[in-house]
């Protein structure tokens, strides 16, 4: 399961408290769902002139990036909002100083953080069925989808030209491995080095050719690779029987050259859980940071 946290945003009277309960009645509690985020104190801190607005919009770009949380806004019409005002009244806004608020949200959900992003969805609708299915499904897609997809729909749909430090998990399948892919004739060249050196590290440190003269074991923590090639960084461990690859890009082109890569990483989580004699059932997690995700080469 990639996603992890679920914020619920939206003005007051949007739904928001029938779409959290709905939520976790549905998923049986399987995710930590939040009524409001840090996008809601960046939306007040715009309206107040406060001075944190710009360290909370970051914070929300860090979530978005992090591809392992899903903002919601519910943005049903102002005609909504207001009967649903109307009707329940407040202690604390007019209907002037809801519309103010309702007005940032919508603004800034559509200009600020774009509702393509595939993980910060805008829902108009008011239906709580539809809303809450229309969630259920964006989930079953982030959780399904290739890694290196989400990356390169997050890094298009940003409006930049690149974003720094995205990161992404993925459960590794053999079966889910495109090795079309993995033998691309631009770098097979690239990867067979890589899984060459990773491989003979893994066999050095079993026989204790390391600079300790000490022979490892499958709980080590000395597993690891270095470049400063694109594919900077790989660090393995296996711990509470689940084999953790975690890798680092020193930058990676998203249009071009991840998906690749991002096939010959899991193509080389199996052989590294197969040079360490585990079960063919040993659970592996790889976990991806792109330090430069871009578009132009």
């Not at 298009?156 to 430090?165: H, I, Q, R, T, Y």
């Not at 998990?169 to 770098?187: A, F, H």
């Not at 050719?209 to 090639?229: E, G």
Request: overall charge negative; glycine content about 4%; some cysteine.
């Amino acid at each position: 399961m990639r996603i992890n946290k679920i914020y619920i945003e939206g003005p007051d009277c949007a739904g928001k408290s029938t779409l959290l309960q709905n939520l976790n009645k549905r998923t049986n509690f399987r995710y930590y769902v939040s009524d409001r985020s840090p996008f809601s104190t960046f939306i007040y801190d715009l309206m107040y002139g406060r001075t944190n607005a710009t360290r909370m919009q970051n914070i929300v770009w860090n979530d978005i990036k992090s591809l392992d949380c899903l903002y919601v806004v519910l943005l049903p019409s102002w005609d909504v909002i207001r009967d649903r005002f109307n009707k329940r009244g407040d202690d604390i806004h007019s209907e002037e100083s809801l519309k103010n608020v309702y007005n940032h949200y919508q603004q800034h959900s559509y200009f600020t953080f774009g509702v393509d992003m595939p993980t910060f969805m805008v829902i108009n609708e008011d239906d709580p069925d539809v809303v809450l299915d229309s969630i259920l499904q964006r989930l079953l897609c982030l959780n399904e989808a290739c890694g290196s997809r989400l990356v390169r729909d997050t890094v298009f749909n940003s409006g930049f030209d690149e974003l720094v430090d995205v990161s992404v998990k993925e459960s590794v399948e053999k079966e889910n491995i495109n090795y079309y892919l993995v033998g691309n004739p631009k770098e097979v060249e690239y990867y067979q080095k890589i899984e060459n050196a990773v491989l003979e590290k893994i066999s050095k440190e079993f026989m204790g050719l390391n600079d300790y003269n000490s022979p490892q074991t499958h709980d080590s923590r000395r597993f690891i690779y270095s470049d400063d090639s694109c594919i900077s960084l790989i660090h393995i461990l296996y711990r509470c029987g689940i084999l953790d690859v975690d890798v680092t890009f020193r930058s990676s082109n998203v249009s071009n050259t991840l998906k690749s890569d991002y096939n010959f990483l899991k193509h080389l989580s199996i052989m590294v859980r197969q040079e360490l004699n585990l079960e063919e059932n040993t659970k592996i997690n790889l976990n991806v940071n792109i330090r430069s995700a871009h578009l132009k080469a």
